[in-house]
């Protein structure tokens, strides 16, 4: 598990290497010198250099901490790594950095990555398929592709809308789709499509009484992809959110979205 805050997950009564060998010290795999050989070699593939495991998390800066982060959740080499929003609390500049450390180590390592965040674009370069969820359910999932360029979900479509393109010319034509009221409470979610509360194209009263089951939406021979909406169609047809200037959100018989039309 890497944990969203480098800093508060990390032991401040312990060193940078006693903090990456504990796991190893744990699992009683390697002992004596064996030790702090393994938590050197993995502080180098993170990019540390060898002193720093005399440092405490205190003198290290935000980047670095979530390097040490790394190096203890993979020096046990396992087969998949839970990444908790791993780069929203560090600064801009080095989060590219720490991805593209992730996505190396990956590649050599060869283990699998849960990756949870919020930042779509982080989301469109990582990862292969992505799980888009809505009050702890899982509304939509999909390759990568599929999700970005085709969703079907309309709450898919309407965080797509959100998310800023790197084009200036571009982001000042796009429209978004604004959802009104209140997110509901996840303790408490309302009965029903748990998001028939706020979409602008919900069937009332079905959405409200009866919960979407999460199902294939796509071809017999495309991708696989999968949504819960009732407004779906038997041939993977979805709800398109159209929002343009004074306009108000509406059903569409059209293709959704394409990745460079305006959301």
Known sequence: MVFQDPYSSLNPRMNVGQIVSEPVRMHRLLRGRAVEGRAAEMLERVGLPADVRHRYPHELSGGQRQRVGLARSLILEPSL????????????????????????????????????????????????????????????????????????????????SAAPVPDPEEQRGRSRVVLEGDVPSPIHPPPGCSFHTRCPVADLPRCAEQEPQLRDVAGPDGPRHRASCHLIGPDGRAPVLAIGPGSSAASSDDAPMGRDEPR
Request: hydrophobic fraction near 50%; proline fraction near 4%; charge should be negative.
């Open 81 to 160: 790594l839970v990444a908790d929003e791993p780069v929203s609390a560090l600064d801009v500049s080095v989060r590219a950095s720490i991805i593209n450390l992730l996505m190396d180590l990956q590649r050599d390592m060869g283990f699998s990555c849960l990756f949870i965040a919020h930042d779509l674009g982080t989301v469109e370069f990582l990862c292969n398929r992505v799980a888009v969820m809505y009050l702890g359910k899982i509304v939509e999932f999909a390759a990568r592709e599929e999700i970005f360029s085709a969703p079907k979900h309309p709450y898919t479509q309407s965080l797509l």
